[in-house]
């Protein structure tokens, strides 16, 4: 989960504390596995989907990096792909702890090739 209208982690390190660990593990078994990863940024509903698409691609570069930096194979691995507030979870569009979980990245394993 990411603060509203940044890339940077949600600020309670209760939450984000893990965040590097996970993301260290994800990248590490994708590699072993040598597997194929979409990335996808989201965001809650607020701000133009303009606005948004390009939020959400920001986040999702930025994880595509972190793992690129854990597994330098993901690089070419890894596709990085922004879905704006189109898929949100909650959708109340308060920015706050209550669509926390719209300002997310998701993983999914793709065909390679």
Known sequence: MFNPGTTN????????????????????????????MNVMG????????????????????????????????????TKAAGMGFRENLVGTGTDDARDALDRRVEFKIIECG
Do not use: M
């Open 42 to 77: 989201h965001t809650s509903l607020t701000g133009s989907q303009a606005y948004s698409d390009r939020l959400s691609l920001h986040r999702a570069v930025y994880i595509k990096n972190r793992l690129a930096t854990e597994a330098l194979e993901l690089a070419s691995r």
């Open 9 to 36: 982690f949600w600020s309670d390190p209760q939450v984000s504390g893990p965040y590097g660990f996970w993301l260290r593990q994800i990248a590490r078994q994708a590699a072993v596995a040598k597997v194929c």
